[in-house]
């Protein structure tokens, strides 16, 4: 069974960029589909960021588009966020979520279709 750690969120301030990661164990990283949300106060949880298992595929809502940048090396198990421009609404708590798949390429957007989720790491913008 998969295993996420996520790390690296804090305080930044706007404009500022900042660096998640998360740490997959426990099985093969390579065939799972990996998806970054967040969760502000009082707010519905919501992607921010999607790969494919090869890494080959991504997507992003419009609210982050060309200001996030999610990778991932399966080699070491891991999977980064790179958050630039940042502004205070994407704060929250960010949790990396990941899906089973034997088909590279297969970015669902669903939340249902993740069903091994981190504990998540919290990040706050604010000045």
């Known amino acids: 069974q998969l295993h996420l750690v996520e790390s690296g969120g804090g305080l930044v301030q706007p404009g500022g960029s900042l660096k998640l990661s998360c740490a997959a164990s426990?099985?093969?990283?390579?065939?799972?589909?990996i998806g970054w949300f967040r969760q502000a106060p009082g707010k519905d949880r919501e992607g921010v960021s999607y790969i494919s298992s090869s890494g080959s595929d991504t997507e992003y809502p419009d609210s982050v588009k060309g200001r996030f940048t999610v990778s991932r090396d399966n080699a070491k198990n891991m999977v980064y966020l790179h958050m630039n421009s940042l502004k205070s609404e994407d704060s929250g708590v960010y949790y990396c979520?990941?899906?089973?798949?034997?088909?590279?390429?297969?970015?669902?957007?669903?939340?249902?279709?993740?069903?091994?989720w981190g504990d998540g790491t919290r990040v706050t913008v604010s000045s």
């Open positions: 426990g099985a093969a990283l390579e065939h799972y589909y």
């Open positions: 979520a990941g899906g089973f798949t034997m088909l590279d390429g297969r970015i669902p957007e669903e939340i249902y279709e993740y069903n091994v």
